[in-house]
């Protein structure tokens, strides 16, 4: 762990270096939308076009190479981009006509593209149209149709794709049976929707409690979760869930070895539990680690820490919700794998946790208090993610 001191002085160098050397480069476009995935992060801009940075090994930067990049790049040839979603090693993008353009790791077929190759730009995927939202999950990914249907694809081990069988789908299938959902996310090996009716369903990997139905057997097709309703907002991490609720009340199940679920415990949970923190207006979830944002605009953060993302300058795993200090007037969050992103109301994105590749926009290393993401300014809102 850094000591504050050295933090400040890190800190102060990267913000020097980086108007030096990047200074005007990027930061003339507004950013409507930032998601963060395992090692990456991208951007959308207000003019339709995406920009990434971290890790690169699998094509997931799309920007035509596979070098990792510690200050943000465009990916080529795409624009017109409404939604983005980070995966664990590949990126998603809806357009504005309805249309999915996929790029990265394609292990078991999560780019749609009827292939298991890898692609360093983004491709189109085919013969799915009219689409409202995207997700992606570490190897799988979801899109929601307008008419309210789902669709999914990659890897099934685990039954995420929810068309009731456990075969990988290199293209996309429909999720079934579920429809009149208004949205989706996707944790590590699970997938979650909302429906219209503000009820919560799953499914997918459960050997860690994370469908929430009380028991640990994987499901091929969604279910509803009992007892919960009145839902505003739903985040998967990677072994958990969590819903905000109407009220301002935030419920979590599943795995809790690092205090994901922020029950005061490291202890699983079958079922849904309340996590002691009230009035919360948006969450997010990263791999073992839960953020929320309250009325009050500030960041509360629990869970895992080892890397810092928790953003306390410490790296001590929290079991219970903390307020990050001299961090004010947040207005959306994205947590990835072992990192933090964080959009103030005056524009500035702000970064926390693990930077090994760049994840944090900047050429500090991993940092246990926010910074600031090199010269992204402008920015208008960021997108609520389910990477981690």
């Known amino acids: 762990m850094y000591k504050i001191s050295f933090n400040n002085y890190l800190i ?153 069988t456990k075969n990988n789908s290199e293209a996309p299938v429909q999720v079934n049976p579920i429809s009149n959902v208004k949205k989706i996310v996707a944790g590590n090996s699970h997938s979650v929707a ?13 050997y860690s409690n994370q469908l929430g139905d009380g028991t640990t057997n994987n499901s091929y097709i969604p279910l509803q979760v009992k007892n919960i309703n009145n839902v505003r907002n739903i985040a998967a991490g990677y072994y958990h869930t969590i819903i ?31 996590v002691s923190i009230l009035n919360v207006k948006r969450i997010a979830a990263g791999k073992y680690h839960t953020i929320a944002i309250k009325e009050d605009k500030t960041l509360w953060t629990w869970g895992a820490n080892n890397s810092g993302q928790l953003g306390d300058v410490t790296t001590n795993n929290s079991s219970i919700p903390i307020k990050v200090k001299n961090l004010l007037n947040v207005k959306n969050i994205s947590a990835g794998g072992y990192h933090t992103i964080v959009l103030k109301e005056d524009g500035t994105v702000w970064g926390c946790g693990e930077n090994s590749n ?8 991993s940092c246990n208090m926010p910074v600031q993401v090199n010269n992204l300014k402008n920015v208008i809102k960021i997108s609520g993610s389910s990477s981690y």
């Open 12 to 164: 102060g160098l990267f913000l020097l270096l980086s108007f030096f050397f990047h200074g005007s480069t990027y930061s003339h476009a507004a950013v409507p939308s930032i998601a963060a995935g395992d090692e990456h992060t991208l951007a959308l801009m207000e003019d339709g076009t995406v920009w990434a940075w971290g890790d690169n090994k699998y094509g997931q930067l799309g920007d035509y190479s596979t070098s990792d990049k510690n200050i943000p790049v465009q990916v080529k040839d795409l624009n017109d981009v409404t939604a983005i979603a980070a995966g664990g090693r590949h990126s998603l993008a809806l357009k504005k006509d309805g249309t999915i353009w996929a790029w990265g790791w394609n292990c078991c077929g999560q780019l749609g593209d009827s292939s298991t190759s890898n692609k360093s730009m983004p491709i189109h995927i085919k013969d799915l149209n009219n689409i409202t939202a995207i997700a992606a999950g570490e190897k799988h990914s979801l899109a929601l149709k307008k008419d309210e249907t789902v669709w999914a694809w990659g890897d099934n081990y685990y039954g995420q794709l929810g068309d009731g």
């Open 194 to 206: 909302l429906k219209d009716d503000l009820t919560v369903w799953l499914w997918g990997a459960n």
């Open 244 to 274: 905000l609720k109407e009220d301002g009340t935030v419920w979590a199940w599943g795995g809790n070895s690092a205090g994901q679920l922020g029950d005061e415990t490291t202890n699983s949970s079958e079922t849904p539990i309340q």
């Open 358 to 365: 760049g994840q944090l926009g900047g050429i500090i290393k």
